[in-house]
């Protein structure tokens, strides 16, 4: 019962949360000078008439707060509007999401299984040659650029033709069989998912290591082993479970980047996602479009802080009495 | 910078004409059984195979024609649905297309059209096509409605009649020289689009998104649509209905399929094309030379297509007028300068427009001193341009009462010489620009604050809040009707941008020149020949050139890349390089 409660708590307090977030973007957007229709205006051919029409079409002759309210009304609705091109912002998105969450799902799941074992493995093998080495390698990992290591990896695609130069799939690939299509699809995601894959790997290796160190020094490790326990006896079970508690937490925030983490790889890649609708989005300040990318991102990071809340009330006892 | 590459062109190279392609004659109207096809002339090809393009961007907004507001959606629409009339991709005439013939008598022009042509969906083409075309849309200003107000005259639309199924005619209210060009606007499927348009224009507008399915779109051009793909490619595949047949009869296009590939930047289009996934490169700058020194022994042909219809500018702000709070928009002491012939003449004569095309655009531009572009059959053919020459601009500084002591510039009232130049921020090319006209104006002892500003804030600046000096800027120009300038060039435009007048401005405080300019605007496109047309357009061309309230700098060339084994391509000026979708096969 308690659990419940504690949960509808932080669904309700998700509310003014969301409300704060959309009035202080929306009037951050309305107030910086960008002028979804600067290029029109610049147009020749485009007659006053039909900047007029777009004018009222966008609700840009309204004030501000007008267009928030109208905004905010439809959003309730569940209506995200359409965009300054006049497709339904829904669609668009629709689009784009499971090419992201394919990307991103598969970066995520490769990390965690690759990540944490390493990271387990460096912190046991304090200070050997493995640590090391594994040390240089995420150093290097976490140093890189993202978008550097990416232009890398695409220049290393035209001068081998090996991959293929970003996108998703191949444009004959409607006329490909069953297995084709996934060679293709491979093919395509093969080079952003090493790149996202090298630079979150090393991250989270560093981070198990750590905590994985930490906990190999507490008392009760000491005590386990004093004990006369097997030191693979100490590791997995006392010390790893202890260890990965604040995983959990960080596990929450990568659900949040499920949708939004990977833009600038998606852009180098020219990858069919999210991050780079978004990305032009801001730029031609498509209201409706970046409003909903923002509230979808700001969901998410709720969303996942609130899994990772409820998984650490089922790993960690200590929390299950608590209330929230 | 590459060492591996000459810093700059060949002369010889930029200015090679395209005289050594051998053209085919223009398309021919052959009956066969009763159907009216069009018939290329260019050599018989092989049926089969597929030409990949690239689009930089996000992709089209909407195949529908009627609505389409840029260019990558009006390019995409442009291949689905044909209109009336063309224009000669060589000779820039309008001939027909979707029309058997036309004939023009006074302010009548009656349109013939084809028997026997079909929709995708086999349904035929006839007049009522063509009468809800105009009727419904275009006059009622469905979609992008810069087609009406094209054919607006004082106001008036002109008057269409359909006199039997395949016969229409339209009247205009007088004579209107630009309105025979609008009628290459897309017919589209009355049986199709009617229901849509019937519910209005919200509903119209969303009609035929991207996300429509391919196999329910009904069209009538070379090619329709077969799939589309956000954000990757779109793909399109040969209509079997389509009434252009080649010399041995067989209906073209060849191609099986063409392929828009979504590149999100130039960099991405270039990796594509070194990738061999994209056939066809607009080549830029510094990389002409890289393509041109690897073309021997690669894949591709490079055509140089010469200058485009884009031009580059200084415009100076001539406004004298005040905004609401009674300030004036440009500060008066500077507005006795810019207004000042002679002080803008110093400018033109001081800028190294050769040094720029040099070093700017590594040698791929053409100095221009036109209003109209390089490539316009209006272009007036007198202006020779001048070289750049300081002494010129500090004479004419001198005559117009500036004095130059220890090399900073005062007027006659011993104010110093100071202005602030912008451009639009991020684009390299107007930022290189600027830094090269601060340093030729520098040297006559002007103040040049150079300030490039974000994109969207330079507009309004321009359009709306018109507190600015100087800026440099581009627009593009239409090769063939000079009309389409009206906004930038007549004095209540919404696009004169060097003297905008509001909306609702009463005053005729038109200087004698602009009205000048007026009346040639109103008088061009009231006469229908070329040869009457000309001389008054080669007027408006020389105004500009001698008062430069726009100083024109150059116009970049176009110099594409295609792979060899793609044949009949006729690179044109007027119409670049794979205009002929319908013609090119694969060998």
């Known amino acids: 019962m308690e659990f419940f409660k504690y949960i509808s708590k932080r669904i309700l307090q998700v509310i003014p949360l969301l409300i704060i977030v959309s009035l202080i973007s929306f009037f951050i957007i309305r107030l910086s000078p960008v002028d979804p229709l600067a290029e029109l205006r610049l147009n020749p051919s485009i007659s006053k008439e039909t900047l007029d029409k777009e004018i009222k079409r966008l609700n840009l002759d309204k004030p501000i707060y007008v267009q928030y309210f109208s905004w905010a009304k439809s959003f309730v609705k569940g209506d995200l509007g359409y965009t300054s091109a006049g497709e339904k912002v829904s669609t668009k998105l629709k689009e784009r999401i499971p090419n992201t969450l394919l990307l991103t799902t598969i970066v995520i799941f490769m990390t965690w299984i690759v990540g944490l074992p390493l990271g387990v493995l460096a912190a046991v093998r304090k200070e050997t040659a493995l640590d090391r080495i594994l040390t240089v390698v995420s150093s290097i990992g976490m140093a890189i650029p993202s978008f550097f290591f990416a232009i890398l990896m695409l220049i290393f695609a035209v001068k081998t033709g090996w991959f293929p130069v970003g996108g998703l799939t191949s444009y004959n690939f409607n006329e490909m069989s069953f297995a084709g299509k996934f060679v293709d699809i491979s093919k395509h995601l093969v080079l952003p998912v090493i790149v996202l894959f090298t630079i979150s790997l090393s991250g989270l290796q560093r981070q198990m290591r750590a905590n994985m160190l930490e906990v190999l020094d507490s008392d009760y490790v000491k005590f386990a082993r004093a004990k006369g326990l097997s030191e693979g006896k100490v590791i997995f079970k006392h010390a790893l479970r202890n260890a990965i508690n604040p995983m959990i937490t960080l596990l929450g925030f990568e659900f949040a980047g499920l949708l939004s983490g990977a833009a600038l790889t998606e852009y180098v890649f020219q990858y069919p996602g999210l991050g780079r609708l978004i990305l032009e989005a801001v730029m031609k300040s498509d209201i409706n479009l970046v409003m909903a990318s923002l509230m979808m991102g700001t969901i998410m990071l709720i969303l996942g802080n609130l899994i990772a809340d409820i998984l650490l009330m089922i790993t960690d006892p200590r929390l299950r009495g608590v209330k929230g | ?587």
């Open chain 2, 1 to 587: 910078m590459r060492a591996d590459v000459p810093e700059k062109l060949p002369d010889k190279f930029v200015n090679q004409e395209l005289k050594n392609i051998d053209y085919p004659d223009d398309e021919k109207n052959v009956t066969i059984n009763g159907v009216d096809y069009l018939q290329s002339q260019a050599p018989v090809g092989k049926f089969g195979g597929e030409l990949v393009i690239s689009t930089i961007g996000e992709g089209p907004k909407t195949f529908n024609p009627c609505n389409t507001k840029d260019a990558t959606s009006s390019s995409m629409a442009g291949l689905m649905y044909d209109g009336l009339l063309t224009t000669n991709p060589r000779s820039g005439k309008v001939v027909p297309l979707l029309a058997k013939s036309f004939e023009i008598d006074e302010n009548d022009y009656t349109i013939h059209l084809r028997h026997g042509v079909k929709w995708s969906d086999g349904k035929p083409i006839t007049a009522d096509d063509v009468m809800y075309t105009f009727e419904e849309i275009v006059f009622k200003g469905f979609g992008n409605p810069s087609t009406m107000d094209a054919m607006m005259m004082d106001g008036k639309l002109p008057e269409l009649v359909k006199i039997d199924d395949y016969t229409v005619k339209f009247t205009t209210p007088r004579p209107f020289a630009p309105f025979l060009r609008q009628l290459t606007y897309p017919i589209v499927p009355k049986h199709y689009f009617k229901p849509y348009s019937d519910k209005g224009e919200s509903v119209f507008n969303a009609f035929l998104s991207p996300d429509t399915p391919p196999k329910t779109i009904v069209s009538n051009g070379a090619f329709r649509l077969k799939e589309y793909v956000a954000a990757q490619r779109v793909v399109f595949e040969r209509n079997p209905n389509y009434y252009k047949i080649n010399l041995k009869g067989e209906k073209l296009p060849y191609l099986n399929k063409l392929v828009y590939m979504i590149v999100g930047d130039t960099n991405n289009e270039i990796l594509k094309f070194e990738a061999k996934e994209v056939d066809v490169l607009s080549l830029r700058g510094s990389n002409v030379a890289r393509y041109k020194l690897k073309e021997p022994d690669s894949d591709y042909t490079i055509y140089n297509l010469g200058p485009d219809t884009g031009t580059l500018f200084l415009i100076i702000n001539l406004n004298n007028r005040k905004d609401r709070n009674g300030k004036p928009y440009v500060n008066p002491t500077k507005h006795s300068w810019f207004a000042n012939r002679d002080f803008r003449a110093a400018i033109d004569w001081a800028l190294d427009r050769k040094n720029m095309v040099q070093n700017i655009a590594s040698g791929v531009a053409e100095p221009l001193f036109t209003a109209e572009s390089l490539n316009s059959i209006y272009l007036n053919n007198y202006i020779k341009g001048h070289p750049c020459d300081p002494n010129v601009s500090r004479e004419s500084l001198t005559k117009a009462g500036f004095v130059n002591k220890d090399g900073i510039l005062y007027d006659n009232d011993g104010n110093r010489v100071e202005f602030d130049l912008y451009t639009n921020a991020g684009n390299l090319e107007r930022e290189a620009l600027g830094v090269m006209i601060k340093q030729d104006l520098e040297d006559l002892g002007m103040k040049v604050n150079f300030k490039p500003v974000e994109f969207n804030s330079l507009v309004n600046k321009l359009t709306n809040t018109h507190d600015w000096d100087m800026a440099i800027m581009g627009l593009t120009g239409s090769p063939l009707e000079p009309h389409d300038g009206k906004n930038v060039w007549t004095s209540k435009g919404s696009l004169h941008l060097f003297n905008m007048r509001p909306s609702d401005y009463k005053v005729d405080d038109r200087l004698d020149w602009e009205k000048e300019i007026d009346d040639i605007f109103r008088e061009g496109a009231l006469k229908l020949s070329f040869e009457e047309r000309k001389p008054l357009y080669d007027r408006y061309q020389t105004i500009i050139y001698n008062q430069k309230p726009i100083i024109y700098l150059y116009s970049p060339t176009r110099i594409t890349a295609i792979r060899k084994k793609f044949k009949n391509i006729f690179p044109t000026p007027l119409s670049g390089l794979i205009y002929n979708l319908d013609e090119i096969y694969v060998e």
